[in-house]
């Protein structure tokens, strides 16, 4: 009773945290924003999720199927990331220090810390639930509500699901090696992969749209079973049927019922790579240096407080045998001394001083700053952007757009992702807010050598475009550079975190130029070479928002930094 009485006050207490962040109020807007477009209108040029020439009417079952199913995909990515740092924030507000020195054992902080995430998840999904309800009422082709065919998708196939996801949170905040941005870039690799394969289909979304291909198939016998889920547009409107919901069956109902038991496998398996706080490098950093380095300095301190006990007894055997007579001789030397000595008065006034001219380069801030992003970088990364620029430029053009380029632009996630947000994460912005013309002097200078790096891991691209002639590919390159740098800066100064711009970024990435999604895609991977001539007025629509987009975050960074100034 005590240990469940424990795990649910951390649980309790991580959950509160959360919730009255306004990180939390801004993920669930975001959430149900999708929820809503998950739903297009029923005269919409688009789709999120068809079968073959057909969709669903808009009745309970559809909409709770295609939402959860639409849910399942998106919270399974978005919500690891939101969930990702319940350890880490103990780590950075010294409360697991505290924890340290308690009899708590380490099974039971995990377990509930894994608890707080999934009812984090948990909620979101419950808001995603009425969100799809009030579409089905606001889409109006069927008004008759059947709440258990809307609600059994999440309950059964989505939050079984969120489980795991919040254990896997655990698990990779537990070992040193995946807590920062490389696990961040390890999740999303495993999850492409594994969101590929067919196991996840059977155990996860295929189980949903398995039944609607089948019902489907009795409609329309010539129906081929072909499907899709993603942003389509649509050149001539889809065919409606109705489908009455699924049909639970006790196989499907224990298998979704084993997540929890995955999750709690996560769980122990989490316990084996915890090491506590006293090994994570943020209570190294909070420490101000690293285990070695402290070593060291006691070392060194047990070495400079053996030295003054010498220096003190030596200055006990002086008094000692130093009579009274003898001290009061070099009392009255010293006076006289002293006595000897004139006043020195100074020959010259402080106008005869030099004057101090400040000088100040640019470029060697710019340098700094490019030392700073590249500091700790190991040569294996380099040696990789060198391979992903040499293959932009050799492969077939297709293969080089479509694949390796968008590679190229996520290797120095790491680089950008630090950008404005390295003052807080060191605690020395006050330092640099009280710097002469910070703003105009530091921020510009951030922003160049983020723009260095960008160049330098694009430039194969670049280069392979201007040979062939592709002007129109060019041009997304421009301003896929320009946003990735502005974003990467705008979202640090904003936030004061760098994990903001890792998680959005990569949301971004992956749903824009990995899966073509066309008003994402802001690199254009889906587009056929071409000039600029011979484009649609929906391509300059498309370059036309991210440059002002671009410029919007740019302003913002400055907005935020002036906020930074004023602290003084």
Same mark, same amino acid.
């Given at each position: ?28 807007? /975001? ?19 068809? /079968? ?33 740092? %319940? ?28 608890? %707080? ?9 419950? *808001? ?39 254990? @896997? ?7 040193? +090696? ?31 749209s398995g039944q609607m291909r089948s019902d489907l198939k009795l409609v329309d016998s010539a129906y081929d079973g072909t499907y899709g889920q993603g942003v389509l ?106 006595? +000897? ?16 001219v400040p000088r100040f380069r640019f470029m060697k801030l710019v340098q700094a700053e490019l030392g700073l992003m590249l500091k700790g970088v190991p040569w294996i ?56 013309? $910070? ?5 510009? +200078? ?40 502005? $974003? ?5 100064? *904003? ?24 008003? /994402?895609?802001? @690199? ?45």
């Amino acid at each position: 009773m005590n240990k469940a009485y424990t795990i649910y006050h951390i649980a309790r207490a991580d959950f509160l945290e959360r919730t009255r962040r306004y990180s939390f109020l801004i993920t669930i807007a /975001l959430t149900m924003f999708a929820a809503y477009l998950f739903v297009p209108p029923v005269d919409a040029n688009y789709v999120t999720f068809y /079968l073959g020439d057909y969709r669903g009417i808009y009745n309970s079952a559809w909409i709770g199927g295609i939402v959860a199913i639409s849910t399942t995909m998106f919270l399974s990515l978005f919500g690891f990331y939101l969930v990702k740092n %319940s350890i880490d924030r103990d780590a950075h507000t010294r409360v697991g220090y505290i924890i340290a020195g308690t009899s708590l054992k380490k099974f039971h902080y995990l377990l509930g810390k894994a608890i %707080s995430n999934f009812a984090v998840l948990t909620v979101i999904v419950f *808001l995603t639930m009425l969100v799809a309800l009030l579409m089905q009422l606001v889409r109006g082709e069927e008004q008759t509500i059947n709440l258990w065919a809307l609600v059994s998708p999440f309950l059964i196939i989505v939050i079984p699901q969120m489980a795991v996801v919040a254990a @896997l949170a655990i698990v990779f905040e537990s070992w040193s +090696a995946l807590r920062g941005v490389t696990g961040n870039i390890i999740f999303l690799v495993l999850f492409i992969a594994f969101t590929s394969t067919t196991l996840y289909s059977n155990i996860s979304t295929d189980i949903i749209s398995g039944q609607m291909r089948s019902d489907l198939k009795l409609v329309d016998s010539a129906y081929d079973g072909t499907y899709g889920q993603g942003v389509l547009f649509l050149d001539n409107p889809l065919k409606t049927f109705q489908w009455d919901g699924m049909q639970w069956s006790g196989s499907v109902i224990t298998m979704q019922l084993l997540f929890f038991v995955a999750a709690f496998v996560l769980c122990l398996f989490a316990t084996l790579l915890f090491r506590g706080f006293a090994e994570m490098p943020i209570a190294q950093k909070g420490m101000g240096r690293s285990k070695s380095e402290q070593d060291g300095q006691n070392k060194k301190k047990h070495k400079k407080q053996k030295k003054n006990q010498e220096l003190d007894q030596q200055e006990e055997l002086k008094e000692e045998f130093t009579t009274t007579e003898d001290k009061s001789l070099l009392i009255e030397a010293d006076e006289q001394v002293m006595e +000897a000595v004139p006043a020195v008065s100074p020959s010259f006034s402080s106008a005869q001083l030099t004057p101090i001219v400040p000088r100040f380069r640019f470029m060697k801030l710019v340098q700094a700053e490019l030392g700073l992003m590249l500091k700790g970088v190991p040569w294996i990364w380099y040696a990789i952007a060198a391979v992903l620029a040499i293959l932009c430029l050799l492969l077939p053009m297709a293969a080089s757009v479509r694949y390796f380029w968008p590679l190229a632009w996520i290797w120095p996630l790491l680089m950008w992702s630090n950008m404005g947000s390295r003052e807080a994460t060191h605690s020395t912005h006050m330092f640099l807010a009280s710097s002469p013309r $910070m703003i105009a002097r530091q921020l510009p +200078a951030v922003w160049i050598a983020g723009y260095l790096i960008t160049v330098v891991t694009g430039i194969g691209m670049l280069i392979r475009l201007l040979l062939e002639g592709d002007m129109l590919h060019v041009l997304h390159w421009l301003i896929g550079s320009l946003f990735i740098t502005t $974003m990467a800066l705008g979202l640090g100064v *904003l936030t004061h975190s760098k994990k903001t711009f890792e998680v959005l970024y990569m949301l971004l990435w992956y749903v824009g130029p990995i899966n073509k999604v066309p008003v /994402l895609d802001f @690199l254009g991977t889906d587009l056929e070479a071409g000039s600029l001539g011979s484009v649609d007025p929906g391509f300059w629509l498309s370059v036309v928002g991210y440059f002002g987009l671009t410029i919007v975050l740019f302003v913002l960074a400055f907005v935020g930094r002036r906020r930074l100034a004023d602290i003084r």
